[in-house]
C-alpha cells in the first residue's frame, strides 16, 4: 500500500525543486558547505518532508500546518537564491527560475491547503 503523499501532486513538485537546489548548490564554494549551502539544501528537503509527515496525521488542522512549514521552506529557498545570486554563485537566470518554480509551488500547495477545509 503506498503512502499517502505519493499520491500527492505537490510532493512530486516538492522532490523535483529539491533536485534543482542540489545541483545548483553542487557548486557553490567549499566554504558554503557549513552555510548557504547546508541552509539551502535543508530548506528544499524541508518542503516534501513537510508534505509526506502532515499527510500522515490524523486531522486537517495537523496536515496543514505542516503543508504551512513547507511553505515557509519554499520562501527560505526562494530567499536564498537571492543570497546566491548577490554572492554570484548562480546566475541571473538561476535565481529567477528557482524564485519562479518556488511561486508555482508554493501556489500549488496553498491551493492544496484550501481543499483541506472545504
Do not use: C
Amino acid at each position: 500500500m503506498p503512502f499517502r503523499f505519493e499520491g500527492l501532486e505537490i510532493w512530486h513538485r516538492a522532490r523535483a525543486y529539491a533536485a534543482k537546489v542540489y545541483g545548483l548548490t553542487a557548486r557553490f564554494p567549499r566554504r558554503e558547505d557549513y552555510g548557504l549551502t547546508s541552509q539551502l539544501n535543508r530548506a528544499a528537503n524541508s518542503i516534501a518532508l513537510n508534505i509526506a509527515e502532515g499527510s500522515a496525521k490524523g486531522t486537517a488542522k495537523a496536515f496543514d500546518y505542516h503543508l504551512d512549514v513547507a511553505v515557509g521552506s519554499v520562501f527560505e529557498v526562494v530567499s536564498g537564491g537571492f543570497l546566491a545570486l548577490d554572492r554570484g554563485y548562480i546566475t541571473s537566470e538561476e535565481q529567477q527560475a528557482l524564485y519562479d518554480e518556488g511561486e508555482q509551488l508554493a501556489k500549488s500547495i496553498n491551493a492544496f491547503r484550501r481543499t483541506l477545509h472545504p
